[in-house]
């Protein structure tokens, strides 16, 4: 089942995915956040917080690897 994410101030909440219910949310002062599928609303709470952890986590990933390959293409190029 499909959720929207929706924050109100610094209250996230979970709705499932109904394009009406939503602009009702909307129009109270929610705003959207993101769409996630979960089996409940607490899980779609916790899988938008992976998502973001994922996002975060993967170019971290990528600079550590690219260190190595920065630090000897400095130091072979600097011994020339």
């Known amino acids: 089942m499909?959720?929207?994410?929706?924050?109100?101030?610094?209250?996230?909440?979970?709705i499932p995915a109904d394009a009406q219910n939503c602009k009702q949310y909307l129009n109270s002062g929610y705003l959207y956040?993101?769409?996630v599928a979960a089996c409940n609303e607490k899980?779609?709470?916790?899988?938008l917080q992976a998502k973001k952890a994922k996002a975060i986590k993967?170019?971290?990933f990528m600079a550590l690897l690219a260190l190595p390959l920065i630090y000897v293409g400095w130091f072979s190029l600097g011994a020339s």
């Open 2 to 14: 499909d959720f929207y994410v929706l924050k109100k101030q610094q209250k996230l909440i979970a």
């Open 33 to 35: 956040i993101d769409k």
């Open 43 to 47: 899980n779609a709470l916790k899988a």
């Open 58 to 60: 993967l170019p971290l």
